[in-house]
T-cell receptor
Framework: DAGVTQSPTHLIKTRGQHVTLRCSPI?????VSWYQQVLGQGPQFIFQ???????GRGNFPDRFSARQFPNYSSELNVNALLLGDSALYLC???????????FGPGTRLTVL | QKEVEQNSGPLSVPEGAIASLNCTYS??????FFWYRQYSGKSPELIMSIYSNGDKEDGRFTAQLNKASQYVSLLIRDSQPSDSATYLC????????????FGRGTSLIVHP
């Protein structure tokens, strides 16, 4: 079975631009979570979605938004990019009612 | 504010030795605990989970949980150079939305 997939793998943007990151969960997983990981730190929770509903939101500004589609894939959008948004963005999926999360390969975002 | 603390390291051990990685957490309501391994530039990979006090063994890995002391550890026996990575501790509170809080990770170096 395929694991969690994310696209693109790498992305370079300039300050003020907008970016959309995509994630497809493991087949059968209905919950998707997004994390931001900056160098030297652990993943920081951004959003969690289940059945297209937002279940949780971390301490990130409103420039960050996300959504989940009927096929359980998800998008993370970031507006008005700042240099500090440069990070590895991770998507994780889990089964309904399960607390174990499985991560995708991540998208490396560089903001210049 | 839920906190998960890990010594950032690096922890350096010789090949064949036992590596001991430690993690403390602040929220007494925490119910599930995870160890992830993250190679440089890659995404976190689940090693094991633990829910009850005591030890849980899986191959060369042993997770230890002490809820009274709010402490979880990971032992790696017969350490190999391929074990060199950052080890992330994650803690979850059941009954919520299964959103784990991650520590910053401990860098492990296994030298030949």
């Amino acid at each position: 079975d395929a694991g969690v997939t994310q696209s693109p793998t790498h992305l370079i943007k300039t300050r003020g631009q907008h970016v959309t990151l995509r994630c497809s969960p493991i087949s059968g997983h209905k919950s998707v979570s997004w994390y931001q990981q900056v160098l030297g730190q652990g993943p920081q929770f951004i959003f969690q979605y289940y059945e297209k509903e937002e279940r949780g939101r971390g301490n990130f500004p409103d420039r960050f938004s996300a959504r989940q589609f009927p096929n359980y894939s998800s998008e993370l959008n970031v507006n008005a990019l700042l240099l500090g948004d440069s990070a590895l963005y991770l998507c994780a999926s889990s089964l309904e009612g399960a607390d174990t999360q499985y991560f995708g390969p991540g998208t490396r975002l560089t903001v210049l | 504010q839920k906190e998960v603390e890990q010594n950032s390291g690096p922890l350096s051990v010789p090949e064949g030795a036992i590596a001991s990685l430690n993690c403390t957490y602040s929220d007494r309501g925490s119910q599930s605990f995870f160890w992830y391994r993250q190679y440089s530039g890659k995404s976190p990979e689940l090693i094991m989970s633990i829910y009850s006090n005591g030890d849980k063994e899986d191959g060369r890995f042993t997770a230890q949980l002490n809820k009274a002391s709010q402490y979880v550890s990971l032992l790696i026996r017969d350490s190999q150079p391929s074990d060199s990575a950052t080890y992330l501790c994650a803690v979850n509170i059941l009954g919520g939305s299964y959103i784990p809080t991650f520590g910053r990770g401990t860098s492990l170096i296994v030298h030949p």
